[in-house]
């Protein structure tokens, strides 16, 4: 489904945080990056047959970008497609929210868009759905809820309403044809 990674020479904030994003999303791969080039990552995605990556970048040590490729395996050698970034205003990791729990191994997740009423708000629900449509369900183990505040509010909860994985304020989304 997803290989979830990281730039080069990443902080601890930022390999925590690719660790709770992997925790949220079904079937997720975490892959340390090292010396690593895209490509080395469609490889290593088409080896481990995972139709996206999502690189986590960062900016004076906090996650402040997520880089979304799309895995094109209809063509020799496979390459990357750049679908979408999203500009992060701020994240809270899971261990710096009182009340989150851990989640173990969610098989499905849905993504729960009521509360957006921007068009922003509305294309990164979009771009989440296509990242997680071969684990979408009815009765998620995880939702994801996006909300419309001063910026885009996205939280995961586990089936039970509990609150899992980190809290992400996004600024922008920038999507790419």
Do not use: W
Not at 9 to 37: A, E, I, Y
Not at 161 to 171: A, D, L, N, T
Request: charged share 25%; aromatic share 6%.
């Amino acid at each position: 489904m997803i290989l979830v990674t990281t730039s080069h020479r990443p902080s601890q904030r930022t390999r925590s945080f690719t660790k709770d994003l992997s925790s949220v999303f079904p079937n997720s791969v975490r892959v340390t990056r090292g010396k690593k080039t895209i490509d080395d990552l469609v490889t290593e995605a088409y080896r481990s047959r995972v139709s996206f990556i999502l690189v986590v970048g960062e900016k004076r040590g906090n996650p402040s970008l997520l880089n979304i490729y799309r895995v094109d395996s209809a063509v020799l050698p496979p390459r990357a497609v750049e679908m979408a970034v999203i500009l992060l205003k701020g994240v809270r990791l899971s261990r710096e929210i009182p009340d989150s729990q851990r989640v173990y191994n969610p098989r499905t997740i849905g993504v729960d868009y009521d509360g957006c009423s921007t068009d922003e708000c509305f294309e990164l629900a979009d771009v989440l759905l296509t990242i997680t449509s071969k684990a979408s369900a009815a009765q998620p183990d995880v939702k994801i809820l996006l909300e419309d505040r001063e910026c885009i509010h996205m939280e995961f909860h586990s089936s039970t309403g509990h609150r899992v994985g980190p809290v992400i304020r996004v600024s922008r989304v920038v999507l790419y044809k």
